[in-house]
């Protein structure tokens, strides 16, 4: 065993386990996941995160099961007409299906210490459903989509430690069935519940862009021009308008991770790379003003550029006393990236800009680009007119981002006195336009 890897990981590993303690994740098991022997291991990984304090709710599918045991169903613009016969046929495969799974969850967590553990897992009428009626000039009978989540019963079980179970099942207060979609219902309790997680499993490990580079994240209005993509299969196609739709609904995050690779979930939520795409609304909005408590963090993201002689070597004294021209940049709560802002009159230096090595190439996430961003802002804001920087080896990434080769003579006076000769740091400027 390689045990300064596993050391580090372990490590990395830890901000991410107190972050998700007491969180609510909603987990989507589609049909096409409960179909594959992956199932195991999957359930298994959401027992550890439920034994770590996460608080979970599981939503399952049952279309390919049922497709199986049900022929000549009707579709219409993808949703089965369910009549009386069907719904039958779907309550007792839905039955079966969340029997099969909370026997998985009843086995604790094999081949650990934690063999046998207790995870109490809690089915019942939590949704409340409505038919959706004649579409397209055709009645869809039994076929609905939820009206209400009983949202205080659900939370409920989840303070008493309990896994919610649910199948895509809704009813009526005078006392019908409906057969619900999976991943729609997923999203509807999902913004009920005001998750902090809605996860999906897909055949899809993640999504990628025009390059064929996995998009470690994506916003919704991203997601809509995947959505544009013939290509992608129905059940992924759901998935990605269900991640679309909990996040608008004001759920913090959603993932889209492999059903097929053993320990993508775990991957996904406990590194910082992850495996699979993020979505959030907040992927612009994750830079902030640095605040005392960041100090430490700060120090931790900086310090790999600081012994490649990358950044200027800064005490944490010094930290201390510059915090408020600091600012940060916040992934599931953990900092991952900073920069500072110096004003010298109508200009100002644009230092320190530090990204943590796991997430500096991110496609989708672009957590430098964004500190940029934001700093350029707040000058404008500040009514400064333009930014340099002073770089020994990012220089042309700069310049991606429009600023402009100088030299030591542009600098302000002051900062011309404390130019360091023997670094030669390149000089770039960058012109602000007004907002």
């Known amino acids: 065993m390689d045990t300064h890897a596993y050391a580090r990981w372990f490590r990395d590993s830890t901000p991410y386990i107190s972050a998700h303690r007491r969180k609510t994740f909603v987990v989507l098991l589609g049909a096409d996941a409960i179909a594959r022997a992956n199932l195991t291991n999957i359930v298994h990984d959401l027992a550890l995160l439920q034994t770590l304090g996460v608080r979970l709710v599981v939503v399952h599918g049952c279309r390919e099961q049922l497709d199986a045991d049900v022929a000549g169903s009707t579709f219409v613009s993808g949703r089965r007409v369910t009549d009386e016969a069907t719904m039958d046929h779907i309550a007792a495969v839905n039955g079966l299906l969340r029997s099969r799974i909370e026997a998985l ?14 995870i109490t897992v809690v089915a019942g009428n939590f949704i409340t459903a409505k038919p959706i009626g004649v579409i397209d000039g055709v009645d869809h009978l039994f076929t609905g989509k939820v009206r209400k989540v009983r949202t205080s019963q659900l939370r409920a079980v989840l303070e008493n430690g309990a896994v ?26 999902a913004i009920a519940l005001e998750a902090d997680k809605l996860i999906t499993f897909d055949e899809l490990p993640h999504l990628s862009d025009a390059a064929g580079q996995r998009r470690s994240g994506i916003d919704p209005g991203g997601l809509d021009a995947c959505l544009a993509d013939r290509n992608l299969s129905d059940n992924t196609a759901a998935h990605l308008r269900a991640l679309g739709r909990a996040v608008r609904g004001g759920v913090s995050r959603g993932h889209l991770v492999s059903f097929i690779d053993d320990g993508a979930l775990l991957a996904e939520l406990f590194t910082a790379a992850g495996v699979g795409t993020q979505v959030s609304e907040e992927l612009r909005g994750m830079v902030r003003k640095a605040k005392n408590r960041d100090v430490a963090a700060i120090v931790e993201v900086i310090r790999p550029m600081e012994e490649t002689g990358a950044l200027v070597r800064r005490s944490r004294d010094r930290l201390e006393a510059e915090i408020d021209h600091f600012f940060v940049a916040e992934v599931d709560g953990i900092v991952v990236g900073t920069c500072a802002l110096y004003p010298h009159g109508e200009v100002a230096e644009l230092a320190c800009v530090a990204v943590k090595e ?15 961003s934001e700093a350029e802002r707040m000058a404008k804001e500040r009514g400064l007119k333009r930014l340099f920087v002073l770089t020994t080896q990012a220089h042309h990434w700069f310049e991606r981002l429009g600023y402009v080769p100088a030299s030591v003579d542009d600098l302000p006076a002051e900062k011309q006195k404390l130019y360091n000769l023997q670094r030669k740091s390149k000089v770039l400027f960058k012109t602000l336009e007004p907002s």
């Open 105 to 118: 969850f009843s086995m604790g967590l094999p081949a650990t210490p934690m063999h046998g553990t207790d």
């Open 164 to 189: 919610a179970l649910l199948s895509p099942l809704g009813y009526s207060a005078s006392g019908q069935v409906f057969n619900l979609a999976a991943a729609e219902l997923a999203a509807e309790v």
């Open 358 to 372: 796991s997430f500096q190439k991110q496609s989708g996430l672009k957590v430098g680009t964004h500190l940029v």
